[in-house]
Structures are given as C-alpha cells and as structure tokens.
C-alpha cells in the first residue's frame, strides 16, 4: 500500500493569513503517484467535501484561495488568505494504485 | 449531480454483522462508482472498498477482504455495505462516496459526492 504522510498534524494560523499543508506519498519500491492526488475538507457532523483533484484541478464552487501544488512524491495544498469557515481536518488522498490511501489528517485551527 | 442518502445509525454487538445501506438518485446507477470509506474515533480516512454496478465484481481492500460484502440492488438503486465479525476497532462513522467519471478516461477513486454517514457503534 502506497503510505500517505501529511505535515503538520495540526496547525494554527491567524485570519488572513496563509496556511500551507504538506503531503508525501512513500512505499517500499515506488513513491511516484504522478498527480493522482486528491485533497479533501472534512468537518465535524459533515461528510468530507472533495477541493482539489489531479494535485492542482479546483473542484468547482471551491474558493480560489485554496490551491494545489506538487507531484510525483510531494504535494501542498495552500490556503491564500485563512477564514473562519476553513477550520476543518484537511486530507489528502493518493488514488494511483489500489488501495486509496489517505493522509493521517491535518487539523487547522485559528490562531 | 448524485445525491447519496445512507441509512441511519447502528449499535452492533461484538462479533456481530452490520448492513448500511446507501440510495443514489440524480444519475444513471448503473454507472455510478460508488467506495466505502470510514472514519473511526481518533484516526484518519480508511477506504474499505468499491464496485460498479456495470462492470460487477466488487474490489476490497485487502484487510477486510474477509469480511466485507459490497452489493447493490438495481431495483431501487441502492449500495450495500456488510461486515462481519465485528470488533470495537470498527467503531466508526460510514460513508458512501461516489468515484469520479470523466468522459474521455474513465473512472477514478477520487470522491466527489459523499452520503451523510452512518455512525456503527460496536459495544457488549
């Protein structure tokens, strides 16, 4: 199973601010998962929203401040500009190989 | 756009089965991918399976290969989702989501429609 590690686990940042969210996929004999890199918003009593796809692609209706970068092993998913409504566990997902495999989760908080 | 509706919560003995059902409307069922993902108490986003009515043949993640049934039943556009042998670990709230189709490639696990979750509690 490809092994999906996010950094950090948890973050605060203050309104306005930039908040950025790192992930790294891994296995024994290949990391590489091309752009097959999904990110998701999940909040308490809520199912978890798809924002991004393809590592970069912006689901549409998702704000423009948040955005997705990276490929191959290395991915971040950035929100330009924090507001109140993005605190939230953020996930990302690798859907190169079977099984889907997701991040451990980072949590987001305000500062 | 698919909307998903699950069926409401469950209290399940150790040892036990559970059955959680999820309703598609709003798209051509046959051709709706749709994965079993779960979120337990202090962990991440597990992904436990997936089938597509058109194609047939439901694809487990291989832990629960063993335990885990993935049906559907056209008549009423339903998706099933049934573990057995139930234990505390699998405590969690499930969720139905549909996998992404685009046109010119075809199917990928990534999920774009989610139900609301259904809330399995395994205790004695």
């Known amino acids: 199973d490809i092994v999906m590690t996010q950094s950090p686990d948890s973050l605060a940042v203050s309104l306005g601010e930039r908040a950025t969210i790192n992930c790294k996929s891994g296995q024994i004999y290949t990391s590489n998962i091309e752009n097959y890199l999904a990110w998701y918003q999940h909040k308490p009593g809520q199912p978890p929203k798809l924002l991004i796809s393809w590592a970069s692609s912006r689901e549409s209706g998702v704000p423009d401040r948040f955005s997705g970068n990276g490929s191959a092993t290395d991915f971040t998913l950035t929100i330009s500009s924090l507001q109140a409504e993005d605190v939230a566990v953020y996930y990302c997902?690798?859907?190169?190989?079977?099984?889907?495999?997701f991040g451990q989760g980072t949590k987001l908080e305000i500062k | 756009q698919v909307h998903l509706v699950q069926s409401g919560a469950e209290v399940k003995n150790p040892g036990s089965s559970v059955k959680v059902s999820c309703k598609a409307s709003?798209?051509?069922?046959?051709?709706?991918?749709i994965s079993w993902v779960r979120k337990a108490p202090g962990q991440g986003l597990e992904w436990l399976g997936a089938?597509?009515?058109?194609?047939?043949?439901?694809n487990y993640a291989q832990r629960f290969q063993d335990r885990l049934k993935i049906t559907t039943d056209k008549s009423t556009s339903t998706y099933y989702m049934e573990l057995s042998s139930l234990t505390s670990e699998d405590t969690a709230v499930y969720y139905c989501?549909?996998?992404?189709?685009?046109?010119?490639?075809?199917?990928?696990?990534?999920?774009?429609?989610w139900g609301q979750g259904t809330l399995v509690t395994v205790s004695s």
């Open positions: 997902q690798q859907y190169y190989s079977s099984p889907d495999t």
């Open positions: 989501a549909k996998g992404a189709y685009l046109e010119r490639s075809g199917y990928y696990n990534y999920f774009d429609s």
């Open positions: 089938i597509i009515p058109v194609i047939g043949t439901p």
């Open positions: 709003g798209g051509t069922f046959s051709r709706i991918a």
